[in-house]
Every structure is written in structure tokens, then in C-alpha cells.
């Protein structure tokens, strides 16, 4: 039987106190522009997270209803939404593509704050998905044609061969992008900012699509 993992336990009052005397101020939370917001949130975290700031937990749901849950990067975030690039055949994209409905969660540990977002989802244009995709480089151009996504792979040699074939392919010219590779948006109807406060008093805002604006309310940790 192996042994349990190693969970930390929980703070001590002494660990809330000393929490409280080494945190630095936070500015108060803006209940104007959910998305103003999140932007100055990922500079801060660009600075300050050790490795990728704009990785978030994307949550879909497959056809029995069972979620499903992986992290992924932002590419792109405005007024329309919150935008990552994927194989559309992949576990994903099957399952966006059945039920186009998504959550998201931004977890930045360094400065104690997370942001989640819900809503549905739709593909980016052709011109955004071709655009972005001139500006990968050319190893994760090849790669994003040889990798059969979520299939299975009979061993590793498989997929280090569908490398060199597609690299021999396109080794002197410019990487098409895939038909199956496509960007895909998030428009958010619900977005929750959380911050961590002493003694587990932590602030909640949520922001609630209504027309063209948003609803906000304070929620109870």
C-alpha cells in the first residue's frame, strides 16, 4: 500500500498573524470593469508569478455530463472574451464542440488571488486563428500537425516519426496552419475576482453579464 501524501496542514492563528504583518497592501477591488480588472490582475502576475501567468484550468463537460478539467494558456483577453488554441479533435474540442459551455479558473499563488469565469464558447475568426498562428514558432508549428491530440499513441517512436515527416513536409517554406487548429473564445456571463485576506476573511466580487453592462455583488467567503 503506498504511502498518503504529504497535504499540509492547516494555519495556525500564529501563521494568519505573521500573514498579516507580510503581506503587502492590496489595492481595493474595482466594481466598474470586470475586465479592466482582470488585466491589471495578469500584469501584476506576468511580474511576479515564476512561470506562466496566463495559465488557467479550462472545465468542459463531455457527453455523460462528467466534467473534465485541464490547464491551458490565454492568448488573448478583451471586452469579447478570454481566447486559447487548440486541435478542435482533441478532448476538448470534442466536448466544446457538443456542449459549448467552459469555465475558467486563474490561479496566481504568489499574490494570493484566483479569477473564475463561466460562459460559452465560440470559435475566433479565421484571419485571428491564422494571425496567431504566424506567430508561433516553427517546431510548435509542425508539432500542432504531427500530434494526433488525445488519440492514442501506440509508443513514442509514432509520434517522433509524424515529426520528421511533417518537418521533411514544410522544412523550407512557411507552416500552414491545420485545419483541425482553431482558437476558441470564451465570452464570459459570470466572472468571480477572490482575494486571500487574513483569518480566511477572503474578498469576493462577482460580476454578472445583464445586456451590455454588468451586475456586481460582494459574496460571503
Known amino acids: ?6 497535504i499540509p496542514a492547516s494555519p495556525t492563528e500564529d501563521d494568519y498573524v505573521r500573514s ?3 503581506a503587502a497592501p492590496l489595492p481595493l477591488l474595482s466594481e466598474e470593469d470586470p475586465m479592466a480588472l ?3 490582475w495578469l500584469a501584476e502576475a506576468v511580474v ?6 496566463n495559465a488557467m484550468a479550462l472545465a468542459t463537460a463531455d457527453a455523460a ?14 471586452e469579447r472574451g478570454f481566447v486559447f488554441y487548440s486541435n478542435e479533435q482533441s478532448a476538448k474540442g470534442l466536448e466544446l464542440a457538443a456542449n ?6 486563474f490561479h496566481w499563488k504568489s499574490l494570493r488571488r484566483q479569477v473564475r469565469v463561466r460562459g460559452p464558447v465560440s470559435h475566433v475568426s479565421e484571419a485571428e486563428a491564422d494571425a496567431y498562428w504566424a506567430t508561433r514558432a516553427k517546431p510548435a508549428q509542425i508539432g500542432g500537425w504531427a500530434s494526433q491530440q488525445s488519440q492514442a499513441l501506440p509508443d513514442r517512436l509514432a509520434l517522433e516519426k509524424r515529426i520528421a515527416e511533417y518537418g521533411l513536409k514544410f522544412g523550407l517554406g512557411k507552416v500552414p496552419r491545420p485545419p483541425h487548429w482553431r482558437g476558441f473564445r470564451i465570452t464570459p456571463h459570470v466572472i468571480e475576482f477572490w482575494r486571500d485576506r487574513p483569518f480566511r476573511l477572503h474578498e469576493r466580487l462577482v460580476f454578472v453579464r445583464e445586456g451590455s453592462g454588468w451586475t456586481t455583488q460582494r459574496l460571503y467567503p
Not at 48 to 53: C, L, Y
Not at 100 to 105: E, F, R, T, Y
Open 1 to 6: 500500500m503506498s504511502d498518503k501524501p504529504a
Open 20 to 22: 498579516v504583518t507580510e
Open 38 to 40: 482582470f488585466s491589471a
Open 48 to 53: 511576479k508569478e515564476p512561470n506562466d501567468a
Open 65 to 78: 455530463g462528467l466534467p473534465d478539467v485541464r490547464m491551458v494558456l490565454l492568448k488573448d483577453a478583451d
Open 100 to 105: 459549448p459551455q467552459a469555465g475558467l479558473l
